[in-house]
């Protein structure tokens, strides 16, 4: 059977799709960032239709228990298919290419031509655009403690979060780049310590899309060992997540222009 398309249906098909891929997030106030970006893309991409993915299965599997449907990669990969897409620029929010991105990158995107972008801190070049967009979130009145994921499995994906703890930290004297995990890790807390006895505030920037769970419990939490209580502040702040930041999501979206030029180029090539 031959299936007719109306031109605006043909004409949708024609523009490729954008695919927002995430980590995901269990409460309703860290999704409400998913909203702020994906309400940003839209107004930069207009007439591009978005899709969304997640690719956190145990986030996935508690919120459909709740009734709350996110899709998988596999999920928004078929319905993209479905819809009639031969391409798609995909737009993993992604703050620096670990194993998270290479697991995003690699998967078999069957029978669609992917344009993939590079997340927000690819390589050292982006570094002081990533610092320009950061100092909104900063306090002179306070030590600034940069609150990293790290990763403690694979040590080379920490290489860029280093590269940038030295940048911000020659930049600024008041501030320290941490990480949960891998490198830096929680080493230069004990600097956060020293500067706060004379600053009397600790102010921390999740260096995160979104503010889960390391950042209310292990970073802001109440236990002995929460980073606020190692750092001892008399007091201490936390500014909101990289997802609310419209600097950095400028960024982000001129990662999507990139990926749409790419994919023009690659449209290009098939041609020949």
């Known amino acids: 059977m031959t299936m007719r398309m109306d031109g605006q249906h043909a004409q949708a098909i024609r523009r490729p799709p954008i695919l927002l891929v995430a980590f995901g997030a269990s409460s309703a106030e860290a999704r409400g960032v998913y909203d702020h970006i994906g309400e940003a893309v839209k107004r930069h991409k207009p007439a591009h239709e978005i899709f969304w993915a997640f690719t956190s299965r145990r986030i996935v599997t508690r919120l459909r228990s709740e009734g709350i449907m996110l899709p998988t990669l596999e999920e928004a990969h078929e319905l993209i298919r479905r819809r009639g897409h031969r391409w798609v620029v995909l737009l993993p929010l992604l703050t620096v290419p670990g ?12 029978g669609i031509q992917v344009a993939c972008c590079p997340p927000l801190l690819s390589k050292e070049s982006d570094i002081p655009r990533v610092l320009d ?17 790290g990763n403690a499995k694979h040590d080379a994906y920490n290489d860029l979060l280093v590269r940038l703890a ?8 008041n501030c320290v780049v941490a990480s949960v995990d ?32 390391h950042v209310t419990s292990d970073v802001m939490g ?20 990289l997802g609310w930041n419209n600097a950095i999501l400028n960024l982000f979206l001129k990662r999507l222009d990139e990926g749409f030029a790419q994919l023009e180029m690659e449209k290009c090539n098939e041609s020949r």
């Open 222 to 241: 109440d236990k002995p060992e929460s980073w606020k209580n190692r750092v001892g502040a008399a007091t201490s702040t936390c500014t909101s997540s």
């Open 99 to 110: 194993e998270e991105y290479a697991n995003v990158a690699a998967f078999p995107f069957a």
């Open 133 to 149: 967009a950061l100092e909104r979130q900063l306090r002179e009145d306070a030590v600034n403690v940069l609150v990293c994921h």
């Open 166 to 173: 030295r940048a911000m930290e020659s930049a600024h004297g």
């Open 182 to 213: 891998g490198r830096p890790g929680t080493q230069p807390l004990h600097r956060a310590r020293e500067i706060a006895q004379s600053t009397g505030r600790a102010h921390f920037v999740p260096f995160m899309m979104v503010s889960g769970e």
